[in-house]
């Protein structure tokens, strides 16, 4: 089986051509494939697949976790299905709109000089900001005088954040503290994926505020761990800055694997999302 190792920001999947290969176990391929010892190695399986009947989209896309989970969506990795659809020749069309699990989302792309996908805007829709969409269990958490933000306290450790929630095509929760660096990421990120107030658990971004243009951001992203890019979550960084009144509409978001610009738009409340996509190499998966 032909595979495709690509990456947004160093948010690294293992891509499968479903209009060429045929994937009968994507949730057991994906904790094979994407092991970094025994493996391929990434945060996951992506497969491009025909739309499924009735729906309007060029292509679709399904994102496995490393652990086998099925995510709805996956902003690195949706840019990423844009150029592997476009430089196989499968998906010509400019915009190009994908089918996922969040609904089919449109992407403009533009060029490099060989007339390959070098970078991607995605329209990520309206964010989600209802509690019950998110979704979280707010008899769980403590409410505060700010939107869709809250109080939770971790009980294995006592340990108590505040958290802006929202849904940008998967559950997020954004904490901003002074110091990014100074987060035992390892040791909180999983405490609150599996907090009891969220039953999807949750995705958990940490986030310095360096201006009202500009972010620092650490990711835990549920089913995968620490992870150098997570699109959707920058997504969700730019919303929660807004709703806070700690950034502007528009930021450039650093992550560890690098830069995102994002805008929330006010004309229709969507926000778009522009970032590269970079194919790393091609192989037989023979297992």
Known sequence: M?????HGLGNDYVYINGFQESVDEPEALSMQIADRHFGVGGDGLILLLPTEAGVDAHCRMRMFNIDGSEGEMCGNGIRCVCKLAHDRGVVTDNPMKIQTGN??????YTLDSHGKVKSVT????????DPADVPIDVSRLTATDQPQTFDLTLNETGDRFTATFCS???????IYVDDVQ???LAHVGPLLEHHPAFPSRMNVHFVQAVSSGEVMVRHWERGSGITLACGTGASAVCVAGVLTGRTNRKITAHLPGGALSLEWKESDNHVTMTGPAVEVFTGDWAE
């Open 168 to 174: 940008t095509g998967n559950p997020h929760a954004v």
């Open 182 to 184: 100074a987060v035992d």
């Open 122 to 129: 995605v329209d990520m829709g309206e964010p989600a900001l």
């Open 2 to 6: 032909r595979f495709t190792k690509m």
């Open 103 to 108: 609904g089919v989302l449109t992407l403009d």
